[in-house]
C-alpha cells in the first residue's frame, strides 16, 4: 500500500512529483480549496491530515488533539523555517518526527527586507497612492532617505540575519545585531554586536526582526521596547507576527513616535482589509510573501519532498527538529 502524504497549502509541483513516485499525494487546493490555517472545529478540510502517513504544511496548524486522532502518521515536515504552528512537544509525545526545510527561502526573505527597507525610505507606496489618484504634482511631498550611512540593527543572526549583513554592506550601510545565542566570535566581519537588545534599538535607523516565536520573543517590540527607538527609526518584520505588539505598534506610527513600519507577517493572518494598520500612510504591508520566489519555493518543496521520503523510509530528515534546539 502506497504511503498517504496531505499537501493543505500550495507547494512548488517539483516537490509533489518528486513524491508522487513513491506516493500518494491529497491536495485539496488543487480543486480550489487554499488551505491556510483550517480551525480545530472544521472537521471536513483537517479529515485527510487523520488518514495521511505524513503531511507537508506552512501556515496550516497540527495540534496534540489532530496527532491523537492521527493513527497513521509518520512524518510531519514543515515547509519553511518558522514551526510554531506545529505542537512540537506533542509530536515528540507520539513519536512523530518533525522536520523543517531553513534554508530554501534564505536570500528570498533578505531580499524582501531589504526591497521593504528601499520603499520605506522613498516613500514609493504613497507616492504610488498620489500618482494613480492624478496628484502627481504633489512629488516634492515624497522626498525620501538614502540608506547609505545609515545604521541597520538585526535582531537574530541566523541564516536570514547573515545574508541580509551582505546585502546591507553592500548599501554602504552600517550594521549592528543582537543575538543572546551567537557569541562575539561567530559574528561576521563588519557586524557590531550589541550586548542587549536596548542598545541596538535605540542605535539603529532600521531594525529587522528575524527570530523565531517563542514564550521570550513574544511581542518584544512593545510599547516599552519602541519607546527606546528613535522617533524616526522603521521596523520590519518577516520573522512572526506576535514578535511586535501591532497595538502598540500601530499607537506609536500614529503618533508619530515612529518613523514606519514593513510588515509581511501579522499576529492574526489572513489581516482584515479593515484593520487599522491599512490605513497608515507610514506601513509597507505584504500578506507573508518575503520567502515566495519561483526559485525558493522550487528549492523548499524538493527539500520538503525528500525529509517526507526519507522519514518514511526511517531515514534522518537533513533538517530534523530536536529537543535542543529550543523551540
Not at 513519536?95 to 528601499?118: Q, S
Not at 527607538?229 to 501591532?246: L, W
Not at 505598534?249 to 489581516?271: I, N, S, T, Y
Request: a negative charge.
Amino acid at each position: 500500500m502506497r504511503p498517504v502524504v496531505f499537501i493543505p497549502e500550495f507547494i512548488h509541483a517539483s516537490g509533489r512529483q518528486a513524491l508522487s513516485i513513491e506516493c500518494d499525494l491529497v491536495t485539496p487546493w488543487k480543486e480550489g480549496t487554499s488551505i491556510m490555517d483550517v480551525p480545530q472545529s472544521d472537521t471536513e478540510h483537517r479529515a485527510p491530515l487523520y488518514e495521511a502517513d505524513a503531511v507537508i504544511v506552512r501556515t496550516f496548524t497540527i495540534s496534540s488533539e489532530d496527532m491523537q486522532r492521527s493513527q497513521r502518521l509518520r512524518a510531519i515536515v514543515n515547509h519553511g523555517v518558522g514551526v510554531d504552528n506545529i505542537d512540537l512537544k506533542a509530536a515528540a509525545e507520539h513519536g512523530i518526527p518533525v522536520a523543517y526545510t531553513p534554508t530554501g527561502n534564505t536570500n528570498a526573505v533578505a531580499e524582501h527586507v531589504v526591497a521593504l527597507m528601499m520603499a520605506l525610505s522613498r516613500r514609493v507606496v504613497p507616492a504610488r497612492q498620489a500618482l494613480i489618484e492624478g496628484q502627481f504634482n504633489r512629488r516634492n511631498e515624497f522626498q525620501g532617505a538614502e540608506v547609505a550611512g545609515k545604521t541597520l540593527g538585526i535582531i537574530g543572526m541566523g541564516r536570514i540575519g547573515r545574508q541580509i549583513v551582505k546585502k546591507a554592506l553592500g548599501l554602504d550601510m552600517k550594521v549592528i545585531a543582537y543575538d543572546a545565542f551567537v557569541s562575539a566570535s561567530d559574528f561576521p566581519a563588519h557586524v557590531l554586536r550589541k550586548e542587549n537588545i536596548s542598545h541596538l534599538l535605540s542605535g539603529s535607523d532600521y531594525i529587522t526582526l528575524h527570530v523565531p516565536l517563542t514564550d521570550q520573543t513574544h511581542h518584544m517590540i512593545n510599547r516599552e521596547t519602541i519607546g527606546l527607538m528613535k522617533s524616526d527609526a522603521r521596523v520590519i518584520n518577516t520573522s512572526r507576527g506576535p514578535v511586535i505588539d501591532q497595538e502598540a505598534l500601530h499607537g506609536a506610527l500614529l503618533d508619530g513616535r515612529l518613523g514606519g513600519a514593513a510588515l509581511d507577517v501579522f499576529e492574526e493572518e489572513p489581516l482584515s482589509a479593515h484593520h487599522p494598520l491599512n490605513d497608515l500612510p507610514n506601513t509597507i504591508l505584504t500578506p507573508h510573501i518575503a520567502g515566495l520566489t519561483e526559485t525558493a519555493m522550487e528549492r523548499i518543496s524538493m527539500q520538503s519532498a525528500q525529509a517526507v521520503l526519507n522519514l518514511l523510509h526511517g531515514r534522518p530528515a537533513e533538517f530534523p527538529i530536536t529537543d535542543e534546539m529550543g523551540f
